[in-house]
T-cell receptor, first 113, second 111 residues
């Protein structure tokens, strides 16, 4: 069974630009969650998608948005990038809406300059 | 406002000895607690969990203890092995689907 894959692995963007990060969920998993991990901190919950609908959101502004597709893969979009958006973005999939049994991807390292 | 705190940024332990990683929380509504391990360039991997209605859960070399009155949990690794060297995150689940993570503790097991 394949795990969670994220692309790209690394990305450099300029302040004010927009970025799209992608995630393929583990086979059999229908729920995808996104987390932001800033340097020296633990992952922070951005939002979760279940059946193509946003199903819970953390304390992030509306310029952070997402999509889930019928094959359960997902995108995270960030508009008007700020320097503080520089972080590791982690995608996690699970087979239920709960937080049990998360499988995390290796993440996308975003640097905003 | 940090609801989950790991006050020790790092811990160094000799191979074969016990490693004890600690975590404190403030939100009494948390109903489930998890520990994750993270190696560089990899995502966090689930290690062990405990429900708020229990005070201990054991899985091989790993044991998690929960003290609800003190809002404290700890992860014990016995015996510690060099391959256990990683960042360990404590996480808590509220009602719903979100995990709240601590900042992590870097464990180094010396051989």
């Amino acid at each position: 069974e394949t795990g969670v894959t994220q692309s790209p692995t690394h990305l450099i963007k300029t302040r004010g630009q927009q970025v799209t990060l992608r995630c393929s969920s583990q086979s059999g998993h229908n729920t995808v969650s996104w987390y932001q991990q800033a340097l020296g901190q633990g992952p922070q919950f951005i939002f979760q998608y279940y059946r193509e609908e946003e199903n819970g959101r953390g304390n992030f502004p509306p310029r952070f948005s997402g999509l889930q597709f019928p094959n359960y893969s997902s995108e995270l979009n960030v508009n008007a990038l700020e320097l503080d958006d520089s972080a590791l973005y982690l995608c996690a999939s699970s087979s239920t809406q709960g937080a049990y049994g998360y499988t995390f991807g290796s993440g996308t390292r975003l640097t905003v300059v | 406002d940090q609801q989950v705190k790991q006050n020790s940024p790092s811990l160094s332990v000799q191979e074969g000895r016990i490693s004890i990683l600690n975590c404190d929380y403030t939100n009494s509504m948390f109903d489930y607690f998890l520990w994750y391990k993270k190696y560089p360039a990899e995502g966090p991997t689930f290690l062990i969990s405990i429900s708020s209605i229990k005070d201990k859960n054991e899985d091989g070399r790993f044991t998690v203890f929960l003290n609800k009155s003190a809002k404290h949990l700890s992860l014990h690794i016995v015996p510690s092995q060099p391959g256990d060297s990683a960042v360990y995150f404590c996480a808590a689940k509220e009602y719903g689907n979100k995990l709240v993570f601590g900042a992590g503790t870097i464990l180094r097991v010396k051989s």
